[in-house]
């Protein structure tokens, strides 16, 4: 690979660093986090040397589901403070050299948004074509499965005017139709009125469902996701309605866009994010989250397979190897914790493999989304109890599960691992009561490992986990290798390492890391190696044999080779 070829963008080079404003930093002793908490903890998030900030949704919102539903996409949700903090805090970031992009939620409103109240009203009222309505006389609409219904029908029948309307997410979570030129209109207005405050990009909230079969061709009984998600995903317009988006908005503005992507996988990903077609930057996957977990987040023995992972990742980083730019990630606010996903929470590892995961994100060719909180390691809380969730995905689950007569048990240890609330406890800052997060009684518990795992008690230890990843943020963002260079996964099949080649120009970097507690060795001709240095190690005790490099558990080690 050479740099000459390569076409440089701000942000294929950055880190981006995820903030869950609810759960990241309380300045008012009301429970839930704030933007002034944020702008408390500005020097903090600047210290990580991360370039860009996402903030999930901070918009008016009735939260049934934590700010993906939104009732004015033009004010700040009450609970996280005014427009002038926002502002104070847009300009904080900036300050400091950090980009923010802020959530794009179009796919739905909430459904006190004043369009909707508007649209349920009459059946001729002008913003009745904002949403999908199927009027009862003509039947029972065709089945469409719901992510968060508590029957998982994405149909709810409105008494006003005798007429079902569609909802992929919550009954209080209505879609909007995009083929109405109108409603199109209202969106790209709202999204210049962000821009020109000075925002930087979006992260478009599954962006791939905006385009329905509207039609209604029918999708068969299915109850479940997995089939609905990729036809969800394959709406007849949504490619012109992005082209369209790119040429109204996105194109005026130096921005980066980020399409969250269900139903995108290796063979249809270019239609989004291929630099030609004029519609995203980038979109971020679910193929590797995937792995080992069934419906309703039932796991099984592939949670952790190794060998599946890598390959998933391979031929992610292939599809967009020339066309487009590909995104990496483990952890975010609808995901566990990435050491108890991908490494292992136990005591005697959970630092070793944090390391080892913030390695391998920051060692991937593709812009690193990395989530609030695992910088220290934060750890899945495993709820023993349904009552401790907030998450109405997993509440509903649970009791669509319990009606059907499911395994409850096998229900509570799996969401123990998977579900969303994991990543939503509060961050950690220090060992005080709530971990400094709140003075007040926090919206969702803190996890109780907060007196070891919490910002405090790493910020002064040299090699803490905060202090690798801020190492590791360096050693990425001076290093174009690292940004730029060609990938090559080396061992396939091997099932406790993951090695992988970078080179860029003359450079090449070695990156090995183990996946499993036991050691590991491998084959590799470092007698050959001019200029051979190790960038970064975990261990700080790499043994290297003529020929064979061997790994303790979860070792990490980043190799000019
Ligand atoms: C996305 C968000 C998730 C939300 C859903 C509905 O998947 O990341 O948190 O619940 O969309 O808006
Ligand atoms: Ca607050």
């Not at 390569?6 to 309380?26: G, H, L, N, T």
């Not at 970031?93 to 909707?116: C, P, Y």
């Not at 592939?302 to 730019?325: E, H, P, R």
């Not at 490494?343 to 080892?356: A, I, M």
Request: with cysteine; charged share 25%.
């Amino acid at each position: 690979m050479k740099l000459a070829n390569i076409k440089r963008e701000w942000w294929k080079e950055a880190i981006v660093y995820q903030i869950y404003p609810r759960s990241f930093q309380d300045s008012n002793g009301d429970g839930v986090g704030d933007l002034r908490g944020i702008i408390q903890r500005l020097d903090y998030i600047a210290s990580l040397g991360i370039q860009v900030v996402w903030l999930n949704p901070i918009y008016s919102s009735p939260n049934d589901d934590n700010g993906y539903d939104i009732s004015d996409y033009r004010n700040i949700m009450s609970e996280f403070g005014t427009m002038a903090d926002f502002e104070e805090l847009l300009a904080g970031f900036h300050a400091r050299g950090i980009k923010v992009v802020m959530d794009l939620v179009v796919n739905h409103t909430s459904s006190e948004h004043e369009w909707f109240k508007q649209s349920r009203s009459s059946r001729d009222n002008p913003y009745r074509d904002y949403y999908h309505w199927w009027p009862a006389e003509k039947g029972t609409p065709p089945r469409r499965w719901s992510y968060f219904d508590e029957e998982a029908n994405a149909w709810r029948y409105d008494e006003q005017t005798d007429a079902y309307y569609l909802h992929y997410f919550a009954r209080k979570q209505p879609d909007l139709n995009w083929e109405n030129p109108k409603l199109r209109a209202e969106i790209y207005d709202m999204m210049h009125y962000w821009f020109k405050k000075g925002i930087d990009g979006f992260r478009m909230d599954v962006i791939t469902f905006i385009s329905k079969h509207t039609d209604w061709p029918d999708f068969g009984d299915e109850n479940q996701g997995s089939i609905m998600i990729d036809r969800y995903a394959e709406g007849p317009r949504l490619h012109e309605y992005l082209h369209e988006m790119n040429r109204e908005v996105l194109q005026h503005y130096d921005i980066m866009t980020v399409a969250e992507g269900p139903g995108t996988h290796t063979h249809n990903v270019l239609a989004l994010v291929d630099e030609d077609r004029q519609e995203l930057n980038m979109n971020y996957h679910f193929d590797h989250q995937g792995i080992g977990v069934g419906e309703r987040f039932i796991i099984n023995d592939d949670f952790q397979n190794l060998v599946k992972f890598k390959k998933v990742m391979s031929d992610w980083d292939k599809a967009l190897s020339t066309k487009g730019w590909n995104t990496v990630y483990f952890g975010n606010h609808d995901f566990p914790r990435m050491v108890s996903r991908w490494g292992n929470d136990e005591p005697q590892w959970r630092e070793l493999s944090s390391k080892l995961l913030t390695t391998y994100l920051l060692a991937m060719r593709g812009t690193p989304y990395y989530y609030m909180g695992d910088e220290i390691g934060m750890s899945n809380i495993k709820f023993d109890n349904i009552e401790d969730y907030k998450d109405l995905m997993t509440i509903n689950w649970y009791h669509l599960t319990k009606e059907e007569g499911g395994d409850l048990e096998k229900f509570i240890e799996s969401h123990k691992l998977c579900a969303r609330d994991n990543a939503r406890t509060p961050v950690q800052w220090d060992n005080s009561m709530h971990a400094g997060f709140t003075t007040g009684e926090p919206w969702i518990k803190v996890c109780p490992n907060y007196m070891q795992v919490n910002v405090a008690a790493q910020e002064n230890v040299p090699n803490s986990v905060l202090n690798y990843f801020r190492k590791m943020t360096a050693l990425r963002s001076n290093n174009l290798t690292l940004i730029y260079g060609s990938y090559q996964l080396l061992l396939p099949n091997h099932e406790q390492l993951y090695v992988f080649e970078r080179q860029l120009d003359d450079e090449t970097l070695l990156v090995a890391l183990n996946f499993s507690s036991e050691t590991a060795s491998f084959e590799y001709d470092i007698k050959a190696s001019s200029q051979l240095e190790v960038l970064i190690d975990n261990y700080n005790d790499l043994t290297l044999g003529e020929s064979r490099i061997a790994l303790k558990g979860w070792q990490a080690v980043v190799l000019r080779v």
